[in-house]
T-cell receptor
Framework: EAQVTQNPRYLITVTGKKLTVTCSQNMNHEYMSWYRQDPGLGLRQIYYSMNVEVTDKGDVPEGYKVSRKEKRNFPLILESPSPNQTSLYFC??????????????FGPGTRLTVT | AQTVTQSQPEMSVQEAETVTLSCTYDTSESDYYLFWYKQPPSRQMILVIRQEAYKQQNATENRFSVNFQKAAKSFSLKISDSQLGDAAMYFCAYLDNYGQNFVFGPGTRLSVLP
């Protein structure tokens, strides 16, 4: 089954404790992206990756890191989480072939609470 | 930077009736893509419909259709014969032609009344 998976689905942590949210897709997609969703703000892009070893900042990258060492994986790293990073996080992927981009497929979301 | 605006935070519709959700966007590009995504209570993001800016014909998917007005930078979603399962948050989204910048609107929460 074609899908985007995220782990964990729920996470409660304390300020300053490093954490990683994993994202994996099995569709051989070139493009992957991370978003955070907050009430009244919709989804805001944190980082995206056009392909392996190619990453770039989205609209709200502060406090986050990513890496793309393999095509299928795109982990989101919070080196020192703070309460304002409490949010619902989505990973997404899509094909990007010769300039043509297709709709994004989303993971199930990760609910993160930082106390 | 591109922006997407959804001016209706909440909407409601009677079952079997038709409802239109509004979306406007701002861009200086001529080629881009527009999407409507549905987010039910399960939180899963589900693609409803997609429109390429170079296509004049409005996209249609079963009961869902769009009214794409490129000059006005407007992209509304019409849901016909509304069903209880259509109740969800709906997000309008813009994607640039390079496939890099994906921008979402704040969402419209749709309620369907029996």
């Amino acid at each position: 089954e074609a899908q985007v998976t995220q782990n964990p689905r729920y996470l409660i942590t304390v300020t300053g404790k490093k954490l990683t949210v994993t994202c994996s897709q099995n569709m051989n997609h070139e493009y992957m992206s991370w978003y955070r969703q907050d009430p009244g703000l919709g989804l805001r892009q944190i980082y995206y990756s056009m392909n392996v070893e190619v990453t770039d900042k989205g609209d709200v990258p502060e406090g986050y890191k990513v890496s793309r060492k393999e095509k299928r994986n795109f982990p989101l790293i919070l080196e020192s989480p703070s309460p304002n990073q409490t949010s619902l996080y989505f990973c997404a992927s899509s094909f990007n072939v010769q300039g043509a981009t297709y709709e994004q497929y989303f993971g199930p979301g990760t609910r993160l609470t930082v106390t | 930077a591109q922006t997407v605006t959804q001016s209706q935070p909440e909407m409601s519709v009677q079952e079997a009736e038709t409802v239109t959700l509004s979306c406007t966007y701002d861009t200086s590009e001529s080629d881009y893509y527009l999407f409507w995504y549905k987010q039910p209570p399960s939180r899963q993001m589900i693609l409803v419909i997609r429109q390429e800016a170079y296509k004049q014909q409005n996209a249609t998917e079963n009961r869902f259709s769009v009214n794409f007005q490129k000059a006005a930078k407007s992209f509304s979603l019409k849901i016909s014969d509304s069903q209880l399962g259509d109740a969800a948050m709906y997000f309008c989204a813009y994607l640039d032609n390079y496939g890099q910048n994906f921008v979402f609107g704040p969402g419209t929460r749709l309620s369907v009344l029996p």
